[in-house]
């Protein structure tokens, strides 16, 4: 939707490496209603949305390999 509205107002996106995650809206957690609430524990799903917030805000980082992976594990205590 991005590139093809980005597209049509003009601009130029060759080129250009677009990422999309939870800062842009494009992954995120869904609410607590209906069937997650059904199915998840409200305390891990409120963890799950602060970790959520954590990703958004850049203290923590998404791992790429499995070095990374073993930093953010241990970023999440």
Not at 39 to 56: F, K, N, S, Y
Request: aromatic share 6%.
């Amino acid at each position: 939707y991005d590139v093809s509205l980005r597209l049509s107002r003009g601009e130029n996106v060759g080129g250009e490496n677009l990422v999309y995650g939870m800062a842009q809206g494009a992954v995120g957690i869904t609410a607590y209603e209906g069937s997650t609430a059904a199915l998840v524990d409200a305390e891990i799903h409120a963890d799950t949305m602060a970790l959520g917030e954590r990703v958004i805000s850049g203290e923590l980082q998404i791992p790429t390999n499995a070095a990374e992976l073993e930093i953010f594990i241990n970023g999440l205590n």
